[in-house]
């Protein structure tokens, strides 16, 4: 395997690997593009599906409309990438509003979908740090050999949805079906992810008790931490 440096002056944490521009690459579209290569870290995006306003899914129907005038047919990876950049941005701005039901501004929510994130993280998918928001969540993760990053999504989606459901007394999806994610490039990127996910709860305005952080102890201890 190829190792990849950069002149960022901080050692990596433990187990992080980040994109390879000379290995092989996967790649599959639905609304949003999907990268996938053998082995990297992803910071990975998903939300509740009615998190973000009419006003919100105006204006992303319209970016999607004229991402597809521009470029019908065959797209290159740096126009996806553009495209996934503004969505992401526009996206992102209208979810620290919390807007919708906000599932897991309830703690006990919150601890379910922190806790199914991490039930996976000595299985399937290593998950080094989260934050869970009223309306959506950010992390960290890694999927192990034999496993797909969009599988184990899909598994603790559906944990978390028949459990906040259960405390509802409701049925039914919560979720959006779709997860925006990215391969982190290398430590300057993941120290900016880092950073973000630690900060996003203030930076929203958020009192302490309205959202969860974590990062793994290992990472802390090699130095990685969100302070």
């Known amino acids: 395997m190829t190792v990849i440096t950069d002149n960022f002056h901080r ?25 996938r290569q053998y082995g990297t870290t992803y910071f990975v995006t998903f939300r509740l599906d009615d998190a973000l306003p ?8 319209t970016l999607q409309e004229q991402f597809d005038r521009e ?6 990876s740096q126009q996806w990438e553009e495209y996934a950049r503004k969505v992401t941005q526009v996206a992102e701005v209208s979810l620290d509003k919390g807007y919708g039901a906000c599932h897991f501004s309830d703690p006990a929510n ?7 994130l991490q039930f996976y993280h000595t299985t ?15 992390a960290i993760m890694k ?11 899909k598994l603790i989606k559906g944990y978390s949805a028949r459990e906040v459901n259960k405390r509802r007394g409701a049925t039914g999806s919560i ?8 391969i982190i490039r290398d430590t300057q ?7 973000y996910i630690g900060r996003n709860g203030l930076r929203a305005g958020l009192p302490e008790h309205k959202f969860f952080r974590w990062i793994c102890p290992k990472w802390q201890a090699a130095g990685w931490d969100f302070d």
Not at 190 to 195: A, D, G, K, P, S
């Open 124 to 138: 399937q998918c290593e998950v080094s740090c989260l934050v869970v928001m009223p309306n959506h969540a950010h």
């Open 54 to 61: 009419p006003e919100t899914l105006k204006e992303l129907k």
């Open 71 to 76: 470029f019908p047919g065959q797209r290159s």
């Open 175 to 182: 979720w959006e079906q779709e997860s925006y994610d990215r």
């Open 189 to 195: 990127h993941l120290e900016n992810v880092v950073r």
């Open 11 to 35: 050692n990596p944490p433990p187990g992080f690997l980040p994109f390879d521009p000379a290995g092989p690459i996967r790649f599959y579209s639905r609304h949003l593009p999907h990268w």
């Open 143 to 153: 999927p192990m050999a034999g496993f797909e990053l969009e599988d184990t999504l």
């Open 110 to 116: 919150a601890k379910t979908l922190a806790d199914a």
